[in-house]
C-alpha cells in the first residue's frame, strides 16, 4: 500500500468480482495469496493470524483465518456465508464477494455473484473440470456475470505442464461458451507457490497472459451505455417545502441502466403518464446528463402524479407493464417455495402481492438437465417459475438488463428473502449474438 | 495461451467517459441505501458518534435529500467518557442542520445501578444496552451505522440491511441473502433494522471522501500535542475514567486519532499529520489496520467484535 499516492488512488475506478470454488481447490489460499502479495494485509492482522494459527497447532500461517470472520466458521474450517473484502493496486480498487463452496451454499454463491463484474472459479489441476465446475459456471451464466476467470489452480503439482492446462482450459471453454458466458479468460496458476496469481511465474514461461491480478486491473468494467435502455426507478419523492423552494418536487432515485438528458420525454410506469425531464440534480448540483449508476434527482415539467415504485423511462424506449412474470429463478430460503404460494415480489422499488402460478422444471447443475413441473423449490433450487402479479409491472428481459431484469420474493408473512428471480428466458437457451460491436451484456 | 471465448472491445469500458469513479460509485451507492431507508420505513435514526464515519454518513444523507433536509433524527451513545472536542463538535452540526438529537447515557445506567462500570474502566461493551433500550423506547424501525466491512472480520460478513431481533440480537447464521441492490427492510413490530451505508467503504475512502468534499472533522483527528500514557501498547489520554496508574507515567507526544470512541479504550497514534493530505499519505503507508492500531475492546478475544456484535452492539 505505501506505493499508492494520493493522485493515483483519486484516479481509479472499482471492481467488483466473486471467487467460487470447491471447498479444497484452495480458494482461500488464492484469496489470501491475492491479498498477502498484493500487500493488502496489514501487520496487526497477520499477527493475529500467525497468533490464531500457533494456538492450533499449525506451523505455517493459515491464511484462510484471514477470511473467515464467524466463530462457527473457524471452528469448523469452512465458509459459510459471504464475506466483503476489500483492496487496492494504484490501478484499480476492488470489492471481493469471497463465497463458499459447499453445494448446499448455492444461493450464497448467487448472492456474491449478483452484483459482480467478474467471477473467478477455480479447479484443481489434479481433477480438471468436475461437477461442481459445471455447477459454478452454470451459476455466473445464469447470473449473467460478464467476466469469467477459469485459475487453474496446483500447477505445481502436476509439473507446471501446458498440456494439463491447455485442456483443461479449452474443457472449460466449450461449456461455458455453451451456457452463453461471454469471457472466459483461464490462468495457470499456484495460489500456495505464488504463481501467476501476482507476480508472473518463472516456472511457467509457455504461458503469455496476464497474471490474475494483472487481469483484474485491466478488464473493463462498463460498456457504451448508448445500447442500454434507460431507467430509473423512483426512490423517495423530494419535497422541502421550504419559503424558497414551494414547488420543489424532485423524484429521486438512481439510475439503474442507460442514460437520461435534460429535455427528454419520459414515461411514468406502470401509469404511463408522460412528460419532459426539466432538470437533473446529481446530489445537489444541476448537471445537463446523468448515467448508470448515478443517484439523481429528475424534475419533470409537468405535475404528473410520480410516487415510489414508479419507474421513469424514455418515452421512445417503454418496457411493456405485464402482471405474468416468468423467471429464472434461485431458492435461497430455508422454507420451500411451491405453486399456489402468496408472495411479496420487490422489483427495483415497488413492492407488490403476488402468486406462484406455475413451476414449470427444476434444473439440475449438474448436468443441466431439466425436471419438469417439480411442484416446489428447495433451499439452494434452481428453476423456472410463472408469477402473477397484483399489479402490472414493468420489466425487462435479465438479459438486457441485471437491475431492472432482477427481483426477489418475499414471505410476508415473516419478511424472509425467498427467491431471487431473474425475467427471461431461460439461462441454457441464450439468444443468439448478433452485433458484432454489442454482445447484448449488460450489467 | 490466454483462451478467450468472445473478446470485447479493448479498454472500451475502463477509459469509458460513463465509468464513475470509485468515490463516485460509493457514494452513489450509499445515497440509494439513505433513500430506500427514506422510503420504506416510518421511524429511522443515525447513530452519530462524532467520528469520522458518521460524519461521512451525515454528509451522504445531506445530499441525498438535498434540497429538502435530512428526514432522520441522530441519536448518540454518550458514554461519560468522551472527548470534549467531539461533544463540541456533535452539538454544532446539530444546531448547524437543525436536526433532532436524542442521546442514550451510560453515565445515567450507572448512576442507577443499572449497569457497573467495569474492573478495566472501558465503558465501549457498556454501550449496548442504552443504545437498544432507546431503540425499543423510541421505537426506531432503522438504525443507521457507520460500520465499514473492511473494519473487523465479523464485520466482513455483515449485510447492508441486517435484521435485528426485539433484544436487537444479531445471528449471523440467519441472514438474509443480500441479492442486487434489492434490500429487504421487512420486519416484525419490535425488530429493527440495522443499516450500513458505508459497508464497502475502506478508511482510505472515508478519508479520500473527506478531502474531496472538504468536510470538517473534530481537531483530535489531526496532530496536536496532548498529554497521554502508554497502556497496552497505546498512547490514552489521562481522565477521570482511571488513567493514569502510578506506573503509567504520562508525556507529552505530538499525536493524533484514528477513530474516536470512548477515551477508555481509543488510543492515539504517533504523527505530525497536521492536514488531510498528510493525513491520508500517512494512512495510506501504514502498516497497522484503523482497529489494531487503536482499539483495546476489539484485542480482547478473536471473536470480540462478533460477540458484541450478537448482543446488539453497532
Known sequence: MSTITTEALSATTLLRFATAGSVDDGKSTLVGRLLHDSKSVLVDQLEAVERASASRGQEAPDLALLTDGLRAEREQGITIDVAYRYFATPRRRFILADTPGHVQYTRNMVTGASTAELTVVLVDARNGVVEQTRRHAAIAALLRVPHVVLAVNKMDLVGYEEAVFASIAEEFTAYATELGVPEVTAIPISALAGDNVVDASARMDWYGGPTVLEHLETVPVSHDLAHCHARLPVQYVIRPQTAELPDYRGYAGQIASGTFRVGEEVTVLPSGRTSRIAGIDLLGEPVDVAWTTQSVTVLLADDVDVSRGDLIVPSKDAPATTQDVEATVCHVADQPLTVGHRVLLKHGTRTVKAIVKDIPSRLTLADLSLHPHPGTLAANDIGRVKIRTAEPLPVDSYADSRRTGSFILIDPSDGTTLTAGMVGESFAAPEPVTDADDDGWDF | ?314
Open chain 2, 1 to 314: 495461451m490466454t483462451t478467450v471465448a468472445k473478446v470485447t472491445g479493448d479498454g472500451e469500458g475502463t477509459d469509458s467517459p460513463y465509468a464513475l469513479s470509485h468515490l463516485d460509485a460509493l457514494e452513489s451507492e450509499a445515497v440509494h441505501i439513505f433513500r430506500e431507508v427514506a422510503g420504506e420505513f416510518e421511524n429511522p435514526v443515525i447513530l452519530f458518534s462524532g467520528g469520522k464515519d458518521s460524519i461521512v454518513m451525515l454528509h451522504l444523507a445531506l445530499k441525498a435529500f438535498a434540497p429538502a433536509a435530512v428526514p432522520f433524527a441522530l441519536l448518540h451513545v454518550d458514554t461519560g467518557h468522551n472527548f470534549p472536542e467531539v461533544l463540541e463538535y456533535r452539538d454544532r452540526v446539530v444546531a448547524a442542520h437543525g436536526l433532532r438529537l436524542h442521546v442514550a447515557s451510560v453515565q445515567d445506567y450507572i448512576d442507577r445501578g443499572v449497569l457497573k462500570e467495569r474492573p478495566d474502566g472501558t465503558r465501549n461493551p457498556l454501550q449496548t444496552l442504552p443504545l437498544t433500550e432507546k431503540i425499543q423506547s423510541e421505537r426506531f424501525d432503522a438504525v443507521f451505522g457507520g460500520g465499514r466491512r473492511d473494519e473487523e472480520k465479523a464485520r466482513a460478513k455483515e449485510r447492508v440491511f441486517s435484521l435485528r431481533d426485539e433484544f436487537s440480537q444479531w445471528d449471523p447464521r440467519r441472514q438474509r441473502p443480500e441479492l442486487w441492490n434489492l434490500y429487504n427492510g421487512r420486519h416484525a413490530p419490535g425488530e429493527h433494522v440495522r443499516v450500513f451505508p458505508l459497508s464497502n467503504w475502506t478508511e482510505l475512502d472515508v478519508w479520500q471522501y473527506i478531502a474531496r468534499e472538504g468536510i470538517e472533522l473534530p481537531e483530535i483527528y489531526f496532530a496536536h500535542e496532548r498529554e497521554v500514557f502508554s497502556r497496552s501498547g497505546m498512547w490514552l489520554t489521562a481522565g477521570e475514567w482511571g488513567g493514569p496508574k502510578e506506573t503509567e507515567p504520562v508525556q507529552t507526544r505530538l499525536v493524533r486519532y484514528r477513530t474516536v470512541g470512548d477515551m477508555s479504550c481509543t488510543g492515539a497514534v504517533d504523527s505530525d499529520a497536521t492536514t488531510l493530505e498528510a493525513v491520508i499519505t500517512e494512512i495510506a503507508a501504514s502498516r497497522l489496520t484503523e482497529r489494531g492500531a487503536t482499539r483495546a475492546d476489539d484485542k480482547l478475544s478473536e471473536a470480540a467484535m462478533e460477540d458484541r456484535k450478537r448482543e446488539g452492539y453497532f
